[in-house]
């Protein structure tokens, strides 16, 4: 079993939980052959007892029926979400913005020039002491670092996530942007976000094997007080080179009954799951740069319309509607993009690096 994660001395807020624990709850399952989103543990935000079934659609269009279970943590009926693929999704997947181009930065880090729905941005060029730069630096051996990406040019540096021989944990990495915990590096502050667009790179290893990724990016809404999750969409991979993106959520009866420690010991409750239907991080991926996109939007509060779309390369993989992810809780938005390194072992090092990000109110694309 992994250790329990220690809290370095960067962490702004309590402890975070046990990885035994983020496993238990599939955050950031090692993936496996077996990974195929058969089976869930489903929760909504009523706070009744009861267990319940939920069906995945697939995007080859097979409805696969999810195993009943009840929650031993939080038991509560869900609001069955709705999950399609990019053939029946609905949604325009064209792109709103570009990336522009022109002479300096704004407050958020953004380019002067940049649409006005972009709300913050993070090329990690500036970074030269990231535990002191970034929201939330908690990075554990040669997990995290950020460096030049031979593959991005002179001068271009990266956020690199190391999957390490023998460590199944290797830390997470949060940007911020809006309400919430106070850090260092936080884009647009005071402003609140029920609704955002995320796009970054993400390239392999050169060498990369085919090996399961794990974990590609969590998009969270949080409290302001502990750092503890309230709904998260969380971007990963499954056992076999696809998306496999699960969403969770730790609102109960209207409140909040993550704290920060807890959060993947048993206090969030997985609500969705869906499946990708292209092949992405095989062997065949070696050294590719993909661009990832994700669309969150929280819930109005007391009703079942939250979504939760995810692309690659411009191409629409997962599509997720009638979600609740908070139940009636609004104390707090969408404000944070985290990269958690957390899957399997592989036999030798392999890095992932994370480049370009931004998040805003619009559709940001990938040119």
Do not use: K
Request: net charge negative; hydrophobic share 35%.
């Amino acid at each position: 079993m992994p250790m329990p994660m220690p809290v370095p001395s960067t962490r702004r807020g309590p402890a975070v939980g046990l990885a035994a624990g983020m496993l238990a709850l599939g955050c950031g399952t090692p993936a496996s052959s077996s990974d195929d989103g058969s089976s869930t543990t489903m929760a909504d935000t009523s706070g009744a007892s009861a267990s319940t079934t939920a069906g995945t659609t697939t995007a080859s269009g097979t409805t696969t029926a999810g195993t009943s279970a009840t929650s031993s943590t939080t038991t509560a009926n869900p609001t069955t979400a709705d999950t399609t693929d990019a053939t029946t999704a609905t949604g325009d997947t064209s792109t709103s913005d570009s990336d522009p181009t022109g002479g300096g930065f704004d407050a958020n880090g953004c380019p002067a020039d940049a649409p006005d729905s972009w709300i913050s941005c993070e090329d990690f060029d500036a970074i030269d002491d990231a535990p002191s730069q970034i929201a939330e630096w908690d990075a554990m051996g040669d997990g995290f670092g950020v460096e030049a990406d031979a593959a991005g040019g002179a001068g271009d540096q990266a956020l690199r996530i190391t999957l390490q021989p023998g460590v199944m944990f290797g830390g997470w990495v949060s940007l911020r942007w809006g309400t919430g915990p106070d850090a260092p590096g936080v884009d647009s502050p005071g402003e609140s976000f029920d609704e955002v667009w995320v796009r970054y790179t993400l390239r392999l290893d050169d060498a990369w094997p085919g090996w399961p990724i794990g974990d590609l990016g969590e998009v969270i809404a949080m409290n302001g007080s502990n750092w503890a999750i309230a709904a998260e969409t969380a971007i990963r991979g499954d056992g076999n080179g696809r998306l496999h993106p699960l969403g969770w959520t730790c609102i109960f009866g209207g409140a909040l009954a993550c704290d920060g420690n807890n959060d993947w010991t048993g206090g969030l409750q997985l609500i969705w799951q869906a499946s990708g239907a292209s092949t992405i991080f095989d062997a065949a991926g070696a050294g590719n740069t993909l661009c990832v996109e994700a669309h969150m939007r929280l819930n109005t509060p007391g009703a079942a319309d939250g979504e939760a779309q995810i692309w690659i390369d411009g191409t629409m993989e997962t599509s997720t509607t009638n979600v609740d992810f908070r139940g009636t809780w609004d104390d707090f938005g969408i404000n944070a993009l985290r990269f958690t390194n957390y899957t399997s072992p592989p036999v030798s090092a392999l890095d992932v690096w994370v480049d370009d990000v931004v998040v805003a109110t619009e559709r940001v694309g990938c040119e």
